[in-house]
């Protein structure tokens, strides 16, 4: 009978070809990995992610045994997987006489937990490894805000730059500024053309055929034979390829925009492939320095507001997360309690921002950042929509969701429920906003200038309500002092009508 001394766990967003573990093949190793129930069920998942994940954990453990090395895969149809970390583990220590236990540190506050109890009462040694993915470790964050007054993630962003020496010329800024926000607000123009997006084919019918017949529960559309995303190390990189010859050189300049006839625009699509960890924030960081350098196309504006989001939100949001679970999670400043209308997951809605922004969302498991900030966290914050069903659907629905960086953008920087711990003002706007920077308005059944009457865009009443209803704790931001002095000048009998019109809104919110 074969034995190992050592048995080590991957994770399905652990799947890093080069992580140290797999740098030599020990004879003395052997590797498990699992597609278990639980994991796809703590919320409702899209099929493309449920498809995404199991394809690359799958092709990931093809890759580990062409290179040599042991492993144990359980896909989630198998008879013998037991659904459960720790019953699967038990059966393989038992059986292969393993005297050592290794897993990675994980992503995610509840599976940390879940293995170090897991591990505190096993009855052989146990090591957790870092998952040698980001820039930064999980207390990184914490040690750098602990002597400052306010955690501005510019600051950190700033630092990280200088430590990383990526876009400097000695100790200043390429280009003499840090940050080119300012040129990222673009609204893409009538006649620009838009090149289609790179889309691969694979056929995963053998993975969803699995799913439907293990019964596990999922939102949203798949064409079977032709998944687009990504599913090894190789796609990711051809990716980002694509990316940074066709998409780099306007990234930055329309990053805000939106548009109804394009679902992804100048986005890279790399989050599934980072969040998975088939590719690393630094190789990507690096290739975008490099084309910026050495290609005259990309100028520095396209290439600072692609890293600013890779070294700055990206390692930001995931400092935030360790410093502030678990109770990160039950945070609701605003006391928002209202459900998540039906529409969210169907797509049935009257008003063409969201029904394009969820309907996309439904065919990819995917919006770009504007759309998941302005279009759909916009209604749910002005609508005070509950903060534990917004993290439910934003959790589910995307690709790249996982709660390390799901929780802290949508409890966070989407609904302000933190009441300012990632933003320094809550993100909602009427529908001048969105008009601004899309083409929605042009086909909706609202009227995106009126404020009342049958007709009138819900973004403009209910983002009045929302202000008014806030007062006491946003108006003494000096980042909201203008939007008070506006709603002042309207009057208390036009207010009336705006704050009457929301709630008649409110009341039929299924129905908008
Ligand atoms: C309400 C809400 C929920 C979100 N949920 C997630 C989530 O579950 N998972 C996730 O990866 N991102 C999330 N984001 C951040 C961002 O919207 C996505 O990372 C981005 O849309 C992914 O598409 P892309 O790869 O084309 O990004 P691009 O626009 O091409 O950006 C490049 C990369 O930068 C990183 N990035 C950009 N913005 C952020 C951000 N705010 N926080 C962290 N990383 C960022 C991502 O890794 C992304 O791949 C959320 C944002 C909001 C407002
Ligand atoms: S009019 Fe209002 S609901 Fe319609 S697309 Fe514009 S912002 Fe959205």
Redesign the pocket.
């Known amino acids: 009978m074969r034995t190992y001394t050592t048995l080590r766990l991957i994770l399905g967003d652990q799947l890093n070809e080069q992580h140290s573990w797999f740098r030599q093949v020990d004879n003395q190793v052997l590797y498990v990995m699992m597609e278990i129930e639980p994991e796809s069920a703590y919320v409702t998942h899209h099929i493309q992610k449920i498809v995404g994940i199991f394809g690359a954990m799958r092709q990931f453990n093809t890759q580990l045994k062409a290179n040599g090395h042991a492993v144990c895969y359980y896909k989630i149809s198998d008879q013998n997987n037991q659904q459960s970390f720790a019953d699967n583990v038990d059966t393989l220590i038992h059986q292969y006489q393993i005297q050592h236990f290794e897993y990675q540190l994980p992503d995610e506050y509840r599976l940390d937990q879940l293995l170090r109890t897991y591990c505190n009462q096993l009855n052989i040694t146990s090591l957790a490894v870092d998952s040698e993915h980001f820039y930064t470790q999980r207390e990184d964050l914490t040690l750098f805000f602990k002597q400052k007054k306010a955690t501005i993630m510019e600051s950190f962003y700033r630092a990280m730059r200088k430590k990383h020496d990526i876009l400097m010329e000695d100790t200043e800024p390429v280009g003499g500024i840090w940050n080119y926000d300012k040129e990222n607000r673009k609204k893409i123009p009538r006649k620009h053309s838009i090149e289609a997006p790179y889309l691969l084919k694979h056929d995963v019918g053998s993975i969803y055929k699995d799913i439907q017949t293990a019964n596990l529960k999922y939102i949203g559309h798949i064409v079977p034979k032709a998944f687009i995303w990504p599913l090894n190390r190789q796609e990711a990189l051809n990716l980002l390829d694509d990316f940074l010859q066709r998409m780099l050189p306007f990234f930055g300049l329309y990053?805000d925009a939106m548009h109804q006839e394009h679902w992804?625009l100048y986005?890279?699509?790399?989050?599934f492939s980072?969040?998975i960890k088939l590719i690393s924030p630094k190789e990507v960081i690096v290739a975008v320095e490099k084309v910026y350098r050495h290609n005259k196309v990309v100028d520095i504006a396209q290439a600072e507001g692609?890293i600013r989001?890779?070294l700055g939100?990206?390692e930001f949001?995931r400092g935030i997360y360790w410093r502030e679970m678990p109770g990160y999670q039950q945070l609701n400043k605003l006391d928002a309690q209202r459900d998540l209308p039906a529409f969210f997951w169907t797509g049935n809605t009257k008003m063409n921002c969201l029904q394009k922004a969820i309907q996309q969302s439904l065919d990819y498991g995917y919006a770009?950042?504007i759309q998941?900030?302005m279009i759909t966290?916009n209604f749910c914050l002005i609508s005070g929509i509950n903060p534990t069903d917004v993290d439910n659907w934003?959790l589910g629905i995307?690709m790249?969701?996982?709660e390390w960086?799901?929780i802290t953008?949508?409890r966070g920087?989407?609904q302000f429920a933190d009441g300012g711990i990632v933003g320094t003002k809550p993100y909602c706007a009427s529908a001048n906003y969105i008009n601004k920077m899309s083409n929605y308005c042009q086909n909706c059944h609202y009227n995106k200038k009126e404020k009342t009457g049958d007709k009138a865009c819900p973004f403009n009443a209910l983002y009045w309500n929302f202000i008014h209803q806030h007062k006491n704790l946003l108006k003494s931001n000096p980042r909201m002092s203008m939007v008070y002095h506006i709603w002042e000048k309207f009057g208390s009998k036009e207010q009336d009508i705006i704050l009457q019109q929301a709630s008649k809104y409110l009341n039929n919110i299924e129905q908008l």
């Open positions: 990053q992804s986005h890279s699509r790399l989050s980072l969040n692609f989001q890779i939100w990206r949001m770009h950042h998941r900030l966290g934003y995307y790249d969701a996982f960086v799901e953008n949508t920087m989407s």
